[in-house]
T-cell receptor, first 110, second 113 residues
Framework: EDKVVQSPLSLVVHEGDTVTLNCSYE??????LLWYKQEKKAPTFLFML????IEKKSGRLSSILDKKELFSILNITATQTGDSAVYLC??????????FGKGTKLSVKP | NAGVTQTPKFRILKIGQSMTLQCTQD?????MYWYRQDPGMGLKLIYY???????DKGEVPNGYNVSRSTTEDFPLRLELAAPSQTSVYFC????????????FGSGTRLTVV
């Protein structure tokens, strides 16, 4: 059975801290690994990773995929209160569906 | 740009009632999906469609039905609502399977009492 496991499930940090969110998976034949940020409503897209070892970067956020060890990490540096959200990892299946992990709830305190 | 539009945003149903959650997209996407999200959980796939006239079951299809008569519309039907169907429902669409062009609707919060 395809599985996506995120850790930790929740995390509380202070502004300015750096955090690393983890996503490990047991999914065969996936096309891509995606990271989403979910605040009050629908998930919003952050990154899509298809190749191992190539870092994607957007401002203070970065992510990398390791296809050999079957995991991905999402890094957030110099966290701000606006980074508080649930971060979802998902793998894109061959039918276009996404297989989601349970998410990591990040709380950034001022 | 409307994107993916879901209605209603909120609904309370009594056990045994039926309803249809509407989903429309104006991006000419072939792929459309219905997910449900329970508290503290990731999204689980209910049904999906790879094009008009084609639908298939996802991970949690029991208690639901879908149809895809046009490219734009992908309604989700709940027959005989049960408390276990209390959840937030998201419709999504994509142009290419499993890619970044995945667009979510704003969600429907459904409570069955």
């Amino acid at each position: 059975e395809d599985k996506v496991v995120q850790s930790p499930l929740s995390l509380v940090v202070h502004e300015g801290d750096t955090v690393t969110l983890n996503c490990s998976y047991e999914v065969t034949n996936f096309r891509s690994l995606l990271w989403y940020k979910q605040e009050k409503k629908a998930p919003t897209f952050l990154f899509m990773l298809t190749s191992s070892g190539i870092e994607k970067k957007s401002g203070r956020l970065s992510s990398i995929l390791d296809k050999k060890e079957l995991f991905s990490i999402l890094n957030i540096t110099a966290t701000q209160t606006g980074d508080s959200a649930v971060y979802l990892c998902a793998l894109g299946g061959s039918q276009g569906n996404l297989i989601f992990g349970k998410g990591t709830k990040l709380s950034v305190k001022p | 740009n409307a994107g993916v539009t879901q209605t209603p945003k909120f609904r309370i149903l009594k056990i045994g009632q039926s309803m249809t959650l509407q989903c429309t997209q104006d991006m000419n996407h072939n792929y459309m999906y219905w997910y449900r999200q329970d508290p503290g959980m990731g999204l689980k796939l209910i049904y999906y469609s790879v094009g008009a006239g084609i639908t298939d079951k996802g991970e949690v299809p029991n208690g639901y039905n879908v149809s895809r008569s046009t490219t734009e519309d992908f309604p989700l039907r709940l027959e005989l609502a049960a408390p276990s169907q209390t959840s937030v429902y998201f419709c999504a669409s994509s142009l290419v399977a499993g890619q970044s062009g995945y667009t979510f609707g704003s969600g429907t919060r459904l409570t069955v009492v």
